[in-house]
Structure formats: structure tokens, C-alpha cells
């Protein structure tokens, strides 16, 4: 019994670099859902921001919302959130009243200040727009090694950070789910 046990632990630390690459590579992509001020993506619902946040600023809707959109939404907009100076945008399904997003828009924020606040534990991803499946405000994104989006993702905690070319930050948006799908749905 005992030489079974030496040869499994033996396997077990010779097993190839590749296959724990593999694995941490896949735990990366495993998002869950960001809370932000004791407020959850996908959990939590409007009263809560309302008992939490008060009264908003202003209420919108997005501009290309069609009516017989079948996720329609309604922003509420905050003039400070919290963590960091700027507006705070709370994007709520209508239909159900739970939270779908929570957008930070900082007003002078670099990559660098996230990653200080954050920690280093993320991972950069660049995304492009399915631009088959709406104009490239609305279209849904996809993970693409040349995108002209860049995020800085903390997967774990579901955090997504919109990140430009200069390394200046857009949003800091607390999801619910992935920000994009792994592979474009337009046929090319």
C-alpha cells in the first residue's frame, strides 16, 4: 500500500507544466458575479440601490434601446459613487428589477492606480465588436487577440475595466456575467 502512495505522489509533482497552465488558464475564465458597496451584479435589486444610493441623479435609457428590445434596461445615474471620484452609472433590468451592471466613469484614473487599488491578480483581455449583431456602440463584444478593446479583468471578483490606448481608464464596470463571448458569432 505504501509504494502506491510514493508512485500517485510522484505523478502528482511530475505532472507537465503545461497541464497546471491549463488549468490556471481556465480557472482565469471563470467569472463571478462583482459587488460593489455591498451592491451584486445579477443578485441584488432596485430597492437595494435605492435604500443603499438613494435617489438618483437622473434616469436613463440607452439611445438604441428599440422598444421591443427583448433586455430592455434603465440607468440610474449617480454623480459620485464611492471608490473613486466620477460618475456612477446602476444598469437595471426592467423586467425584473435586478442589477445588470455598475459602472464607475472615473474622472482621471490610469491603469497603474487600478492595479494598486485592484492588486496585480487580473488578466489584460482585448475585445472586438460582433458588429453582424448591431453598430459598434451596441454590439455585443468578442474576445480577439488584435481587439482594439482593451480590459483589465478581475475575474474572480467580477470586475471589468475598460482600459484605453494611452492607459487611461473609461469604466470600471462590477458584472454579473462575462463581458464578452470567447469567439465572434458573425461568420466571416
Not at 46 to 69: F, H, N, S
Not at 79 to 94: A, M, Q, S
Not at 111 to 136: A, N, S
Request: glycine residues 6%.
Amino acid at each position: 500500500m505504501k509504494i502506491l502512495v510514493v508512485v500517485f505522489v510522484l505523478s502528482i509533482q511530475l505532472m507537465p507544466a503545461w497541464q497546471s497552465t491549463v488549468k490556471s488558464v481556465e480557472q482565469s475564465n471563470n467569472w463571478r458575479a462583482g459587488t460593489y458597496l455591498g451592491l451584486t451584479a445579477g443578485k441584488s435589486k432596485l430597492a437595494d440601490v435605492l435604500r443603499v444610493l438613494g435617489e438618483p441623479k437622473r434616469m436613463d435609457t440607452p439611445a438604441d434601446q428599440a422598444a421591443t428590445d427583448p433586455d430592455p434596461e434603465i440607468w440610474y445615474v449617480y454623480e459620485r459613487g464611492g471608490e473613486f471620484p466620477g460618475e456612477l452609472t446602476v444598469v437595471i433590468d426592467k423586467r425584473s428589477d435586478v442589477i445588470s451592471r455598475i459602472d464607475l466613469h472615473p474622472d482621471n484614473l490610469s491603469k497603474d492606480d487600478v492595479v494598486k487599488h485592484f492588486g496585480p491578480d487580473y488578466i489584460l483581455t482585448r475585445y472586438d465588436f460582433d458588429e453582424c449583431l448591431g453598430t459598434e456602440e451596441s454590439a455585443p463584444m468578442y474576445e480577439s487577440p488584435n481587439g482594439s478593446l482593451r480590459s483589465v479583468e478581475y475575474r474572480k471578483r467580477g470586475i471589468a475595466v475598460s482600459i484605453t490606448e494611452k492607459g487611461k481608464v473609461n469604466t470600471i464596470s462590477y458584472v454579473s456575467r462575462p463581458v464578452g463571448t470567447r469567439k465572434s458569432r458573425c461568420k466571416r
